[in-house]
């Protein structure tokens, strides 16, 4: 079974940038659409980022502009970097992939005090 594990997460100033970093346990190269979501305390897992093997992109409205996702193929690896960064971003960051089914990383807290 696909594994994702996260890491990157951490604590920031509002204003700063943080890059999360997502590796598979498997070639990302196979893995048609991968992204990252989020959960903020006492709200729903909500979607951030996602991308596909064909480059279609999509971002939340919140993000866009200010995050953007990326695939390292040799590292089976993607990221997503995250710039000028708002405390209204404090959530638990999970990787997604969509591998006949969704598969989810375990999580990695990002906090944005200001």
């Known amino acids: 079974q696909v594994q994702l594990v996260e890491s990157g997460g951490g604590l920031v100033q509002a204003g700063g940038s943080l890059t999360l970093s997502c590796t598979a346990s498997v070639s990302i190269s196979t893995i048609r659409t991968v992204g990252w979501y989020r959960q903020a305390p006492g709200k729903q897992r909500e979607f951030v980022t996602t991308?596909?093997?064909?480059?279609?992109?999509g971002y939340a409205h919140f993000v866009e502009g200010r995050f953007s996702i990326s695939r390292d193929i040799d590292r089976n690896t993607m990221y997503l970097l995250m710039n000028n960064l708002k405390p209204e971003d404090t959530a638990v960051y999970y990787c997604?992939?969509?591998?006949?089914?969704?598969?989810w990383g375990p999580g990695t807290q990002v906090t944005v005090f200001s």
């Open positions: 997604y992939a969509d591998v006949d089914g969704d598969i």
């Open positions: 991308t596909t093997t064909d480059d279609r992109t």
